[in-house]
């Protein structure tokens, strides 16, 4: 099947075929024909399944049918919401991608940018708004910008718009939109609450839904390495350095975490940024074009400052702290693997984190793969306490010496291991020195 099989007009085909685009991907197949129709969409697709396109083409193609080029200024036709800054900076670049060679005109609204700018291009009009909630309603406030002309919603990743407390803001903005419009839902995860949402939305929506709810993408392999806490910033550095992995995006839940690996890696001699929500947008722009462009190896982020995040082909992915919320793996994991390149997600796990472990296998319905030899002392990952919400695994920096033994030094053969000491050593070397003749 391809996308000129799907109803989609030149322009539209052109700006695909630019992109280089040769086939649809599940999302888009299933998608593009029933918004082409009109229909109201609720979709469960993650991040990397193509799931922008499969709205913002079918969005431009309606709106293109009946843009009169005499109306000035543009009324506000379409309303993308997104709960970040970044994925809105993403899928307003998408729009414009997409909608390259349509005389359309979109606008990015989101907090933490001049709003001064953003009035003076809404007051200048446009055909389609992308959005974060709060900055939306602040331009409403001001009269900058007028939601009655509104044709096609579109709410994006609405399953992180409840999870940060959107819904207030979503229904403040929903009471100023005509009911009749078209209402499209994307969510990674279809859980009741969406469902609901979903019910309050969209009228008589279909439901599409790619890849099996709750699992991660096919092509991601996926392992676990048990370790102990104080121990996994070594071998993260030797990891990335034996295997000279050049784009790695690691997770960690706190920002003063990601400030602390930050500054350790760089000491490790591998060339990195931080991500997370104390950075101006300055500053997250900056790590993210740096990322992007391999000027640094390795992306720090917290889960917060990293939704939204599109990089092409992010081939590895690593949980230095597991996250606490079971759905938050797949969003992880979710950045790698896209649209069929294939990803490793590593997850360091620490006794601590045991039960964070069981509670990501339940939701999978699966086991992680572990790594058999880890090159340090076996821990357990048997869950020894349900941790109390959000104290089990405070950072802070004792060594949990129950289960945590010395580790095997590095170089020094393992009773079991199969593999050599020279190898091991010598592969070692040559990341560090490589990470820091390119630093
Ligand atoms: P998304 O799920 O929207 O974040 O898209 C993930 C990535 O897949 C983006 O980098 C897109 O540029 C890319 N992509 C989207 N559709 C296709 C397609 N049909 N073929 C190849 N790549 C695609």
Redesign the pocket.
Known sequence: MSFAQLGLTEELLKAVAD?G?????PV?LKAIPLILEGKDVLAGAQ???????SFTLPLLQRLAENHDPHQKPHRVRALILVPTRELAAQVYESVKIYGAHLPLHVEAVVGGASIGIQTRQLRRGCDIVVATPGRLIDHIQQRNINLSNIEILVLDEADRMLDMGFMPDIKQLMALIPKKRQSLLFSATVPNAIKSLAAQLLNNPVEVEVAKQNATAENVSEQVYGIGREYKRELLSYLIGSNNWKQVLVFVRTKHGADRLEKQLIEDGIRTAALHGDKTQGARNKALEQFKTGKVQVLVATDIAARGL?I?DLPHVVNFDLPQVPEDYIHRIGRTG??GANGVALSLVCPEEAYYLVEIEKLLKRQIPRVADTGYEPVSLKIIDAPKKNAAHKDTGKKDMRHTKKPAARGAKPADSKRTDSKRVEARGKGRSGSRGNG
């Open positions: 992109q685009y040769i086939t649809p991907t888009q991040t990397g399944t193509g799931k922008t396109a599109d092409e896209r649209a």
